[in-house]
């Protein structure tokens, strides 16, 4: 499978317990963008990366989530004392550079807080 | 205002006609325009992108694009109750896109 791949599929944890999910973009591709979905709303960025720099960061991303692609190409995303409120699709996403961002998305993680 | 703004739907369209779908967008800077589509429960799949003022068609959908409306369209021919999904407009000026809400497609047979 040469898609974006996402792990874990599902994730359900409980309020205040750290989870981390990964993500292996198209091989080839430069970016990887991180972004969140809740139902009946469109996807929301988080943040992105050329290579393994982390270019740019939402406003709305609070410092309980962080992200990570340390080699170029594999990327974490860390979200620290779970809320309620983070329950969400989360999706990854690559693009090769100076494709006038055209994203590929994997299949997500979908994460629930109890 | 919304950066990218679409109608919710549901848009619901008979089998063989064809369902039109639009966006607005806010950023005047913007140059680059997508049509993205959503099955529920699945990750969204890029289906159109135009960079240029006026139409660009690959089977049966085309996409629109007016700069000086800030406005994006797609058209669906022929639709099919296999289209019926959440359409998602985004918009990108050389860095994340910024997507819509999305609109919600019925083709009924």
């Keep these: ?9 599902h994730k359900i944890t409980k309020r205040g317990q750290n989870v981390t999910f990964r993500c292996d973009p198209i091989s080839e591709h430069n970016r990887l ?3 969140r979905q809740t139902l009946g709303q469109g996807p929301e960025f988080l943040t992105y990366f050329q290579n393994e720099a982390q270019l740019e960061k ?5 410092d309980r989530f962080s992200a990570e ?7 974490t995303l860390e979200i620290q004392r779970t809320e309620q409120g983070d329950s969400a699709m989360y999706l990854c996403a690559s693009s090769p550079t100076g ?12 994460l629930s807080v109890l | 205002q919304k950066e990218v703004e679409q109608n919710s739907g549901p848009l619901s369209v008979p089998e063989g ?14 140059q680059s325009f997508f049509w993205y589509r959503q099955y529920s429960g699945k990750s969204p799949e890029l289906i159109m992108f135009i960079y240029s003022n006026g139409d660009k068609e690959d089977g049966r959908f085309t996409a ?4 000086a409306s800030q406005y ?8 099919q109750p296999s289209d019926s999904a959440t359409y998602l407009c985004a918009v990108g000026r050389g860095r994340a896109l910024t997507f819509g809400s999305g609109t919600r497609l019925q083709v009924q047979p």
């Design chain 1, 1 to 9: 499978d040469t898609g974006v791949s996402q792990n874990p599929r």
């Design chain 1, 99 to 110: 494709t006038n961002e055209k994203l590929f998305f994997g299949s997500g993680t979908q």
């Design chain 1, 58 to 62: 939402s406003r709305l991303l609070s």
């Design chain 2, 64 to 67: 629109q694009l007016n700069k």
């Design chain 1, 69 to 75: 692609r340390p080699k170029g190409s594999f990327s």
């Design chain 1, 33 to 35: 963008y991180w972004y």
């Design chain 2, 17 to 30: 006609a064809i369902a039109s779908l639009n966006c607005t967008y806010s950023d005047r800077g913007s």
């Design chain 2, 72 to 79: 994006v369209s797609l058209l669906i021919r022929d639709s």
